[in-house]
């Protein structure tokens, strides 16, 4: 990949998100865990660049993208220059380079790109993610500034424009024979460096929708106990992704974003859900190597975990079912092991993801 070979050890990461996705605080965040971190953020350089005319007035934020296509393509080009430029000159400053960026603009109800492929041609990139979240967080944070204000984007609108931005990033990753990701906003950030070190990733699946908080509580633990094990490894907590991250929006939020209009609530609704469901399977768990379901006591079958863990199995993933009853379904063979409580689990999966985390570990060759 790229107009020149990598030189040193520095890891580069591409991190895109829509507006509001929360990315620049998820790159910021993984900022704060290394020293040697540099974080390139290309709306800021952009704007910057567009303010050093002497001979114009400044440009307010808010009307950046009603630029002529050409100036912010020609703006875009010099902070992009610029970023492949200082990786050519400095990487042995910096252990990971972040380029948070957009991959799709979605301004003034048209969708833009947001890269050329010239740009990326230049860049050695080692992994790509984008950052997602849930529609009314994204909104409540476009709010928050004039630009977002102008938009208005519903739900519906938001999560097209995340699942295009999805999709874009994904397509620069197979083109370039790198890992992507898509990660919930709430990730734990140290997953960057376990994605960069190995392909091992649990997707975490359990029953939310009847959920208590009860049955939460027990869900969390069995969590913090699976996260222990990666750091007793590699000194890592275990690269897990949860879909409690993003979380089930209420009808009465879906409601009040559609002005309490019931046929536009239904087909609002009906995103929100396809989406959820798309997320899970076609996001989430084809990028895992394994899928553990988690049954809290007291809990019934879940259609959700089951199509899960059905969607895993048959994909080549490991899954393995902690199940408080003897009755299991039949549908529960769809899995490698099916264990009655977490005792049974833990005596197994110590020894098994030591295993599995060395055979994932990623070739320098690769990266």
């Known amino acids: 990949m790229g107009d020149f070979m990598k030189k040193s050890n520095t890891k580069i990461i591409i ?47 808010e009307n950046l993208l009603n630029l002529n296509p050409n100036k912010l393509k020609h703006l875009r080009d010099k902070a992009f220059d610029i970023i492949s430029d ?17 991959a799709k603009f979605f301004w003034n109800d048209i969708y833009y790109n947001a890269f050329d492929w010239k740009h990326l041609n230049k860049i050695p990139v080692d992994l790509f993610l984008t950052i997602i979240d849930k529609p009314s967080v994204i909104r409540e944070n476009q709010k928050k500034h004039k630009a977002g204000l102008s938009q208005d984007h519903d739900f519906r609108d938001l999560l097209l424009w995340q699942n295009n931005e999805v999709d874009t990033t994904a397509g620069w990753a197979s083109k370039y024979g790198k890992p992507f990701y898509v990660l919930p906003s709430r990730q734990n950030f140290s997953i960057i460096d376990s994605l960069l070190e190995s392909k091992f990733l649990i997707y975490f699946s359990m029953p939310m929708t009847d959920a208590d908080s009860e049955a939460n509580d027990m869900v969390t633990n069995f969590k913090k106990k699976l996260l222990n094990l990666g750091e007793d490894i590699n000194y890592l907590p275990t690269p897990i992704i949860d879909p409690r991250h993003i979380d089930i929006e209420p009808n009465e939020l879906i409601m009040e974003n559609v002005d309490g209009k019931n046929f536009l609530f239904k087909k609002a609704k009906r995103t929100v859900d396809r989406h959820t469901v798309h997320r899970d399977l076609n996001w989430y768990i084809p990028k895992a190597t394994h899928i553990i379901a988690y049954y809290p006591q007291g809990t019934e079958v879940s259609k959700g975990v089951t199509d899960e863990c059905t969607r895993a199995f048959e994909t080549g993933k490991y899954v393995y079912v902690v199940f408080h009853r003897d009755n299991k379904s039949p549908f529960m063979e769809l899995a490698h092991n099916v264990f009655r409580n977490e005792e049974e689990f833990f005596k197994f999966f110590p020894e098994h993801i030591e295993e599995q985390i060395r055979k994932g570990e990623r070739k320098n060759n690769l990266l």
């Open 15 to 61: 991190a895109t998100g829509i507006s509001g996705s929360g990315s620049r605080k998820f790159c910021a965040s993984y900022k704060k865990l290394r020293k040697k971190v540099k974080i390139y953020n290309t709306g800021d350089m952009i704007l910057e660049l567009a303010q050093n005319d002497p001979e114009t007035p400044n440009i307010p934020k």
């Open 86 to 102: 200082e990786i050519n000159n400095h990487q042995n400053k910096y252990e990971r380079i972040i380029i948070d960026t957009h």
